[in-house]
């Protein structure tokens, strides 16, 4: 059976948009945990958009799961995920002019890079994932990183229409066997919904999936009415006397 990492980024979002505190991304892990979260991810990404080093430290702090660092391999980066030492470093492909992270880590191109900073991290036993999408020269690429884990890109298969699920489900079915069976350990995630998530959590050996966006829309939609009429409250029947 999976386990389920919560990314929280689009709470920082809510909160980035306004430039205010709230929502606080930090106390929110804590209700993922409280509602199963097996493990908190967030991305630091370097032009800071939603995650903000602040909440690096602070989950540090508080997350009693497992904390998982989405990050660009970069060496600012490296030094960041070394100060606060979560529980796994994910490396992710990062363009600025993206909406979210659009593809896989290309790990074939830049084996020698990506080694050096899997050893950096492991050094610390910080354990190295690799998101990538479902392609074998990716998978036989993370070995020789000496990565521990990769994360396979599931965008493909949640953008893809009901006739083409098949295919892209069984490309996640294979290329988790092929990582398997080169002895790295699976983890999965990107664009997971209520509606899609379940073939994808029947693939057997993959441990993890990693998901944000619709957890958050969802949140929204189960919590609004109750946020709304606690408002109406206030307007209706405010205090009478002066607090402030
Ligand atoms: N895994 C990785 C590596 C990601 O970059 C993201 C998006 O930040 C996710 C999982 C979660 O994707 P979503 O928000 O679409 O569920």
Known sequence: ???????????????????????DPVPMALLAELGGADGITVHLREDRRHIQERDVKLLRETVQSRLNLEM????????????????????????????????GLDVAGQ????KNIVKQLDEENIPTSMFIDPLQKQIEA??????????????????SDFLKKPLELARLTEATAKARSLGLRVNAGHGLTYQNVEPVAAIPEIEELNIGHTIVARALAVGLKDAVSEMKQMVQNPRQERIF
């Open 1 to 23: 059976m999976a386990s389920l990492g919560v990314n929280i980024d689009h709470i920082a979002n809510v909160r980035q948009a306004r430039g205010t505190v709230e929502p």
């Open 72 to 103: 660009a391999a970069t060496p600012e980066m490296v030094s960041i995920a070394l100060k606060y030492r979560p529980e796994m470093v994910t490396l992710v492909p990062e363009r600025r002019e993206e909406l979210t992270t659009e593809g």
């Open 111 to 114: 084996i020698t890079y990506l």
């Open 142 to 159: 993370c070995l020789e990183t000496k990565a521990t884990w990769i994360e396979l890109h599931t965008g493909s298969y949640s953008e």
